[in-house]
């Protein structure tokens, strides 16, 4: 018998600390892929108040002005009023970039090594890596994840063409859904925390936020007399961004999948180039997870391998569709090893990923948008009519 609850889903906006360390950390991956694309980056950004400490590894033949990469990508964003501490004009830069370390260089690059296994390219490092897909809303994602970042860039666009003016760039959101089993009944909590002007009352904020980014953007069939709307909860945000709070690369990686509705393997995507299959990997995995529920295959699929760095192969494949396979899984992953290659090459080739695409992914989720897919291709639903060819 099918079970009611809840389950909730967070999304953030550009302007989030962690979110301007992501931001930071694909810009300069995509500068290197724009002159080299066979760059090896891995890429760190932290930043406090005005300070931006740049970090990692990188291996490229591009020419790179990290200040002024920084600086875009922070007046991108939106911190441009000079009254904020953290703004593009006066923040400080820190840099400690070396090459890729050889020992792992030679696991990677498709060459012969004392104690490889293979001449192929190997994966970048070892880890295990999560493609997830449900038939729950058009994108065919988890409704609670879909929900928060419809509201978190609904608030940047409002911000962005000066519909809001009292917007700033530091927002979180949070829906709350209410299931029966599998299927979406309501939306049981609304949360919107927005920074803002100084100047503004909290009952314009919570008025404006609620009938025209809240009303707006979710469906009202799933609204009702019981859903609640919490809007800037604590009554008061104008202090945002670095300046309130340390930004890190990386630290929103549940933000950046499936909202917690479909498991992680743990590792980020933001910062690295597609050597690393904590991101290339793991793109493949909604790739093959997206076309088995569009295929019909099953109304949810969750995709799971793992690598050993070095090494070519995954060392394991495994498919879980929850009880919602129209065929047995042991089928379904028989037919994805026959239809699809996980060798990290392959998956690059693939995917074509090496472009200069990524800070495109960076905000809103790098799954579940259909808005670029020449850019975002593991959002394609090109296998899906080969893999229903298993129906019959």
């Given amino acids: 018998m099918a079970r009611r609850y809840i389950f909730s889903s967070e999304s953030v906006t550009e302007g989030h600390p962690d979110k ?20 090896r980056v891995a890429c760190e950004t932290l930043a406090k108040s005005n300070l931006v400490v740049v970090a990692g590894e990188i291996t490229t033949h591009a020419d790179l002005d990290y200040p002024q990469i920084v ?5 991108g964003i939106g911190y441009t009023d000079d009254h904020c501490v953290f703004n593009h004009k006066t ?24 104690g490889k296994a293979t001449s192929e390219q190997g994966a970048g490092d070892q880890g295990l890596m999560f493609g997830f897909a449900c038939n729950e809303t058009p994108e065919l994602m988890p409704a609670p994840i879909v929900y928060a970042h419809k509201l978190s860039r609904a608030l940047t666009r409002a911000r962005k063409s000066g519909k809001i003016k009292w917007l700033g760039p530091d927002a979180k959101t949070q829906v709350s859904v209410e299931y029966d089993g599998h299927r979406v009944l309501r939306i049981d909590a609304v949360v919107v925390s ?6 503004v009352k909290h009952r314009i904020i919570h008025d404006t936020i609620l009938h025209e980014i809240i009303l707006k953007n979710i469906p009202k069939n799933l609204l009702d007399k019981k859903t609640r709307y919490l809007v800037n909860p604590t009554g008061r945000f104008v202090v945002g961004g670095p300046e309130g709070d340390a930004g890190v690369t990386g630290r929103k990686i549940i933000v ?7 498991r992680h393997g743990g590792g980020a995507f933001s910062g ?6 904590d991101r290339s990997a793991a793109y493949m995995g909604r790739y093959v997870a997206k076309n088995i529920v569009a295929a019909g295959l099953a109304e949810r699929c969750e995709v799971q391998f793992a690598y050993a760095i070095g090494y070519p192969e995954p ?15 042991a089928k379904i992953e028989k037919a994805i090893r026959d239809i699809f290659s996980f060798k990290p090459a ?3 080739k693939q995917l074509d990923l090496l472009r200069p695409i990524y800070c495109k992914t960076t905000n809103y989720g790098h799954f579940g948008r259909e808005d670029d897919l020449k850019a975002l291709s593991w959002e394609r639903r090109d296998k899906a009519k080969e893999l229903s060819a298993l129906l019959r």
Avoid: W
Wanted: a negative charge; glycine letters at 6%; hydrophobic letters at 35%.
């Fill in 256 to 262: 950046d999948t499936y909202g917690g509705m479909g």
């Fill in 272 to 277: 690295k180039d597609p050597s690393k299959v």
């Fill in 194 to 199: 927005t920074m803002h002007h100084d100047n």
């Fill in 71 to 75: 600086k875009n990508a922070i007046e």
């Fill in 346 to 348: 392959n998956i690059i």
């Fill in 91 to 114: 923040f400080q830069i820190l840099t400690s970039i070396l090459c890729q370390s050889p020992d792992i260089a030679q696991g990677v690059d498709a060459r012969k090594a004392e």
């Fill in 20 to 39: 301007v360390c992501d931001t930071i950390s694909d810009s300069i991956l995509d500068a290197c892929l724009k002159q080299d694309k066979h760059s």
């Fill in 315 to 329: 060392v394991s494949l495994c498919v879980e569709t929850f009880g919602t396979g129209k065929i047995a899984d």
